[in-house]
């Protein structure tokens, strides 16, 4: 469990990280702007234009979302990495401590009432299989149902913060489609009024087109990392909770069939 631990840990590590350098390419790309190549170019290039703040204004409207999206990108990573764990999913220190020895003994109400109060996805289900007992009526198909009903509301809760990661990666590209169409636009209008014989005037329009696009882009790539990641990850910690409580309901089966044998 802690080698898992480490591995799991380990590799969020590696995901912060790599959100981190996707935004290096972004800041590279604004501090080489903001050294003037010549004379000429400073003269044509907008004033206060060549700093990252310079770059988000000149986006338009649809960096506003993007910004939205980036911070929910990081809150979302951050939330994801803190509670999509096995320790925190499945509990298996209190399943060993409390839950097991109390089964062991058929105790249904001890074993219910650690549930109680360790709250948590495998405890809330191992408390909707267990409570089928609290009239003395022992039936294993009853729990194994009651096991699977709770499993599909529990383990589906925590999943739909990973899913918020695929909904971000998929719309940023949007908007940033969307102002790539506006400052298109705004560029072809400035032709029709001004004609060609002055380009500059055409830079700002140019540039917002430009920046929506990659800033799109760099929203979205870490968040679909960070999906993926997450995404196999959760879906080993479900395998591992269909496991364990395939496991207590045979050894509690097996303990109320035999409960004379010290061995069951």
Request: aromatic fraction near 8%; glycine fraction near 6%.
């Amino acid at each position: 469990m802690n080698r898992q631990s480490q591995k799991s840990n380990r590799g969020y590590r590696w995901l912060l990280l790599l959100l981190c350098l996707s935004f290096l390419p972004y800041t590279t790309m604004t501090a080489q702007d903001a050294a003037p190549a010549t004379t000429e170019s400073a003269e044509l290039a907008p004033a206060g234009d060549a700093t990252l703040m310079g770059a988000f204004k000149q986006g338009g409207l649809a960096m506003y979302p993007l910004l939205i999206f980036s911070i929910a990108t990081l809150g979302l990573v951050i939330y994801n990495g803190l509670y999509v764990r096995e320790n925190a999913i499945i509990n298996q220190a209190t399943i060993d401590n409390e839950v097991t020895p109390a089964l062991d003994k058929l105790d249904f109400a001890a074993a219910i009432e650690a549930c109680d109060q360790n709250k948590g996805p495998v405890m809330n289900i191992l408390r909707s299989g267990l409570q089928t007992t609290e009239r003395g009526n022992f039936n294993p198909d009853k729990i194994d149902q009651a096991f699977n009903e709770a499993a599909s509301v529990e383990l589906a809760r925590p999943f739909v913060f990973v899913n918020y990661l695929q909904v971000i990666a998929s719309v940023s590209p949007m908007v940033g489609l969307l102002g790539t169409v506006s400052g298109m636009v705004k560029a072809f209008r400035t032709i029709s009024e001004q004609g060609m014989g002055r380009p500059e005037l055409l830079a700002n329009n140019i540039s917002e087109a430009l920046v929506t696009t990659a800033s799109g882009l760099m929203v979205a790539i870490p968040a679909l990392i960070a999906y993926f990641f997450f995404k196999n990850k959760y879906g080993k910690i479900a395998a591992s909770v269909s496991q364990v409580l395939g496991r207590i309901l045979r050894d509690v089966t097996d303990r109320h069939e035999n409960p004379s044998d010290p061995s069951a």
